[in-house]
């Protein structure tokens, strides 16, 4: 073409080689370091560190838990060694120069007197080693529900107020993480009283009920006596054992069929009983006692009042990332009014577990998964829940 300009052809192919070759070898180290930028890596490996401090210390200021995540805190910090005391002594020393452990606790008594950070200098951190890379450090009180619990001190050549600063935000996250512990343990605490107030109202009723409805066969059909006194070991041995907070929802359902085998054997033919499981869901990991109350309650209150044949039906239906259990009566019902007044806890009912129940699930995931219950009187009572299949801290006991 008159006028063009033509570039030789074998020029043109080298530099795309060149172009690509480039680009290949910027993607291959990029590749290799991972991240896009200093900022991202240095990003990523302080959230790396924080992570695995806070899981060291999610069981409380403890020795094992200050000896495991020491190391960690004082990366964070970049200091020469790291000193974390409760109110009793050192709990757990990493770095250098550890002679100084000795004097931690009392280098700390100045920050707890204080109520403050406090720097300190030559003159507090004394050494008379020459070859010491200590000369001052940094102590910042550890806080629980506005006590002290204890001290975090950082070591350092020269003390400068970056490093002030940064042990300060450091302590104040410790502080968190040991009131977490804190509030881990008395949700445990909540739940296991929860537990020990369901297992007062279960004994009573149903073992009466359940002895009873056995020695009416012990003459008439021994076999089926034999058969529903073991059922009856095996449900009380479950409802009364001491173990974790929680089971699998297959073993909670296997608890269910021995309730309802041996309410049937009260009941007779008045009793019906339809159970419809999604497979999937049977491993879940759920609340210990959080279907057999309302099962209970549905026979107990649903239909021991009414004539004639009453339906009970328990569903547990895969929600993608939840599980839904649904327990429905088509019994004699309840006022609306008085069964959100139980749930809210401003009125006593002797509605078997219904508040029990609903108080635990929101004390394991959130408001968001409490019971919801749909009755109205003459009309039956359907009580429903979710869950989610993984949550924090929710698993089945070994």
Known sequence: MPGAFHLPTAIVVAGAFVLVGALVLLWRRQRARGFLSDVDRATYETLSTVSQASRHLRAGLTAEGAARSAKDLRSMLGASALAVCDTGGVLAWDGAADHHAGTAVALAASARHTGRVVVLGREEVACARPDCPVRGAVVALLVSEDVVVGTLTAYAARPSAGLARATEQVAAWVSAQVELSELDRERTRAMEAELRSLRAQISPHFTYNSLAAIASFVRTDPDRA??????FADFTRYALRRGGAFTTLAEELRNVERYLVLEQARFGDRLQVSLLVAPEVL???????????????????GLA?????GHVSITATDRGSEAEIVVEDDGVGADPEVVRQVLDGVRESDSLGLGNVDARLRQVYDDDHGLVVETAPGLGTKVSFRIPKYAPGVHPAA
């Open 226 to 231: 034999r058969e529903l006194l073991l059922e």
């Open 305 to 309: 009042g009414k004539e004639g044949v």
């Open 283 to 301: 491993p879940l990991a759920v609340p210990y006692l959080v279907v057999q109350p309302l099962v209970e309650n549905a026979v107990r209150h």
